[in-house]
């Protein structure tokens, strides 16, 4: 039997629930696309983002070529074959549309280029290039983004993810009351791929849909909270009860790391256990630059144990006292760093634009010195901030000692 997300993939517009806005947005993108701009779409997984692209090519007779980011990676492969795609003629003289897949697969060393290789392409380009993502604001996105439509797919509301499972059930028939599939939908958060899979998964028995069976599920959508996860990890010494811990928690790895790290130091007041327990934290974030950098993200099993049982038997024993858990202040600190450098990094560009020097030796060098001229003589940053194109925000910032 053939996976019913692929035999049900959506063909046409119609077919597709929940996405009228960003539909719209991708279908004037497609049909008059602006010169020297490519179109991210980004949202969450099994929004309808790719099946969106698919459906408008095929209403408006466009031959597609589908790359996926994680299988061209490095700039060498992206301008051989997109560059090629670009430039080619479509087979049957129909018109043409460039779909590159998931682009958040673009990191690590191996992959060095990859992205300034196809924001370099882009205006080169005599077809529309379509990018889908579900993270398109991380800062190696940045030049890509420059040259970029950015349109956002929501999370799929449970009504339009019943919606399609009501079709397809209807298809299969299968028999599902309609409780059954709005619970089903309601699990998916809004993915209906995964939805599809579990619809699929559920009925392939005896062709029926009930509530016993969605009992079957697995734990993944019932979401609890780092706080319920940091009880499980620093009030036992049991890893049997710490290990699956963080399984269902709906917060990123980033932050889980963040929360472990600023409340160890209030329940370990014994500086061995306390010791023991970071260099457990120290051994995942081995692992997890090890992530980053090779993408094997196979070390994810030793993050989650080293996170959580690790951390639960670094202790001698259980520590009776009550302890609030408080998120981490370092997100602010870096929040505010980060608001400083960027607003600092625009300045730079600017001023290696107009100086015709390297961003680097504008930021190290340039900027500093018409920093200093511009807060010392007002008719001078005026002139300067002019000449910079800086606007009054960056010309203020530019003049304050």
């Known amino acids: 039997m053939p996976p019913w997300i692929h035999q049900y993939k959506p063909k046409r517009c119609a077919d ?56 061209v990676r490095n700039k060498e492969q992206i301008e051989s074959v997109l560059g090629q795609a670009i430039k080619q003629r479509s087979l049957f003289s129909q018109g043409k549309l460039v779909l590159v897949d998931e682009i958040d697969g673009l990191s690590g060393m191996h992959d060095y280029g990859g992205v300034s290789a196809i924001a370099g392409l882009i205006g080169q380009s005599r077809v529309p290039i379509v990018c889908t993502a579900e993270n398109p604001f991380d800062k190696k996105f940045s030049e890509l983004r420059k ?19 009501s079709d397809i059930a209807g298809k299969e028939n299968i028999l599902a009351g309609k409780d059954a599939l709005e619970a089903l939908a309601r699990r998916s958060g809004g993915d209906a791929r995964a939805a599809i899979n579990d619809l699929q998964s559920l009925s392939i028995g ?35 009860i710490a290990i699956n811990s963080l399984d269902n928690v709906d917060d990123d790895l980033d932050m889980i790391f963040l929360w472990i790290d600023e409340n160890l130091p209030s329940e370990y007041r014994k500086p061995i256990d306390l010791a023991r327990a970071y260099d457990f934290l120290s051994a995942a974030d081995i692992m997890r630059r090890r992530i980053r950098r090779w993408q094997h993200w196979r070390f994810l099993v030793y993050i989650n144990a080293y996170l959580s049982a690790g951390i639960a038997v670094s202790k001698g024993q259980k520590y009776s006292s009550f302890v609030s858990y408080k998120p981490t202040t370092r997100l602010l600190k870096l929040w505010q760093a980060n608001m400083k450098y960027q607003k600092r990094s625009a300045i730079a560009d600017k001023i290696a634009g107009v100086t015709h020097a390297s961003k680097r030796r504008a930021l190290q060098d340039i900027l500093p010195s018409v920093k200093a001229m511009m807060g010392k003589n007002g008719a001078l940053a005026m002139a300067l901030a002019q000449e910079f194109d800086l606007d009054e925000e960056e010309a203020a910032w530019m003049r304050r000692q």
């Open 147 to 165: 040259k970029s439509v950015m349109i956002e797919f929501v999370p799929l509301p449970a009504g339009a993810v019943a919606a399609i499972l």
């Open 16 to 71: 597709l629930q929940g996405q009228d806005a960003a539909l719209k947005q991708l279908q004037a993108y497609i049909t008059a696309p602006p010169k020297g701009k490519a179109a991210i779409i980004y949202g969450p997984s099994g929004c309808g983002k790719t099946s969106s692209v698919h459906a408008l090519a095929a209403e408006h007779h466009l031959e597609i070529l589908e790359v996926n980011a994680s299988d």
């Open 206 to 240: 005896d062709g029926t849909l009930s509530a016993s069976s969605l009992d079957a599920l697995s734990e993944r959508e019932q979401k609890k909270s780092i706080i319920d996860a940091l009880l499980l990890i620093l009030k036992t010494t049991d890893p049997s």
